[in-house]
């Protein structure tokens, strides 16, 4: 059972208010409330508690409302769950379920000041959560930990995670100097070893995204993990909830702070403003640890060739937001390809002045738009509405031939652009273009079916490349055109995915079919649709593939019972399937 008093001091912006709607999710019980300090009358429909005011509030004056309240919020965004037999007791909002366990404006764009959360549990149990832990006071049966954050937040971003946890620390310096920020872990006590190689990244983590994004946003407060149990992460501000400590989990997560956190998508159509900044801040990890070549290989992994929107046309559709393939890959790939067509220079200080605009609010993705426009100078609209709002992606079909031109040689490029289920794409097209007397890279817009480009050369062509370093999310191919028609994609057969047995334990077979050769990456994921593990990830000959889960996550912990779901994709589409787990 929780029990639980929130109270909400709000400003008036509007006309003047006379009650004040809160979302609250309606199988809590509301047992009083007050305004202005004097007991109010209340009532509800649906998820919507409205409270009356104690009188009229004109804009500018400001009100405080408390609403006590009782239930059990158990759910999918309220877990009473345990670990090794001791209680966990865990939150998980986002989308909208902050009203699941608290009286809250559940906007995104409506983000509260500050936060502080006073919380009473049996001893023994330590509560993690936002922002800095002002004091914690053992009462003998009871310790009650109030923590409190005074860096505007998303109401889904508020969090607690409850357990006897064992914590240590490490500490970042800001690149301003000054006092370190204490960088907390709420760990598994059986975990502390495991923790330890992944952990001891966060700290040189933080300090290349800050030199590459500005400092870390709540440099002020702190940021830590907590473990929970949830195969995956939640960005919480300043307090990530880990149910993993792979390294990629862990810069994923910590690129929210700046990125989802700090900036918050203003709905859940504009979603890959969070999930794919941070799928992009994986690689970006990688390029600054490993290499600008780790960067494109892993950018490569994360490429996704099939239908829909990165923006998220039906919000009330929890997989739609939270759809690997769109929000996550393709949406990592629009940052990729924002930052091959600006060039760094200019990318970077378009992030910069994104954070200088935005910073502590919430944004669309033509607020974005318009911020990397002012930057560069140049006119983005194209870009955003064939990556964010259209579908699928260019395939360039190119032939080439040389000619005598002066005293000098010059290429004759043509490329012919024939994409199945897409209208044509205008890029700036890279071009590399190999020759006996040295490399010549050169960059040519492209946006019609067919189009023809003139380059001098140094000397005899030996080779030409379309987009060799990988900016574009594109499939090519040198084929002869002269005389011909434009060439077609052709339409591969849709592949098939099952599994069996199905309920399962301890394992299940997992049966993949495609048609044609290409990339097959098959992943499970828990019913939040976060990610529980990844079964393939590459090329694959056309066929039968066949590939066994054994209830076990990618850091080979076994996973608890209930519905997961295998996701296939392949070039020639996506498949979704449900598989229960019974232990």
Known sequence: MLTGLVATTARVVGAPLAALDLDLRSSLTVTAATAGGAPAAWSRAGDVLTVTLDRTYVPGETVTVSVAY???????????????????????????????????????????????????VPDGLIVASNGLLESEVDNGATRTFQWRTRYPIAPYLVSLAIHPYTRFSHWYTPLAGGDPMEVQYFVYPSHYEAVQTNYAKTVPMITAFAQAFGEYPFVQEKYGHAEFTWG??????????????????????????????????ADFHH????????????????????????????????????????YVEDASDFWAIFDGNLSYNKGSWVVHMLRGVLGDEDFFAGLAAYREQYAYGSVTTEQFRDVMEQVSGRD??????????????????YDWETTAHGDGLELNLAVVQAQAGAGLFAMPLPVRVTTAAGVVDTVVWNDAERQSYRIAVPGA???????????????????????????????????VLACAPNPFNPETEVVVVTAAAGRVDLAVHDAAGRLVGV???????????????????????????GTYFLRLRTPAGSVLRPVALVR
């Open 70 to 120: 009782q239930g059990n919020p158990a759910g999918s965004y309220f877990g009473w769950s345990s670990v090794g037999g001791q209680t966990m007791i865990w939150t998980l909002s986002e989308p909208y379920g902050s009203r699941h366990w608290w009286p809250c404006k559940d906007l995104n764009t409506d983000k509260a000041d500050s936060v502080g959360v006073r919380v009473t």
């Open 232 to 265: 995956g992460g939640m960005e919480h501000q300043t307090i990530t909830s880990l149910g993993g400590y792979g390294e990629d989990l862990i810069s994923h997560e910590l690129a929210h702070q700046w990125w989802g956190d700090m900036i918050t998508c």
């Open 271 to 310: 979603i890959w403003l969070n999930e794919g900044f941070a799928t992009w801040c994986e690689a970006y990890w990688k390029e600054r640890t490993a290499g600008v070549a780790t960067y494109r290989a892993y950018m490569n992994a994360a490429a996704y060739l099939g239908p829909g929107t990165v």
């Open 380 to 397: 983005l609209d194209a870009f955003f509405q064939q990556w964010v709002y259209g579908e699928y992606y260019p395939f360039y079909y």
């Open 461 to 495: 062509v030996t080779g030409v490349v379309l987009d060799p370093d990988g900016w574009i999310l594109c499939e090519k191919a040198a084929v002869p055109l002269a005389g011909t028609a434009a060439p077609e994609v052709p339409a591969a057969a849709a592949p």
């Open 535 to 561: 079964l393939c990830a590459g090329d694959l000959p056309a066929g039968e593939h066949r590939f066994r889960w054994r209830g076990r996550d990618d850091a080979g912990r076994a996973v608890a019972s």
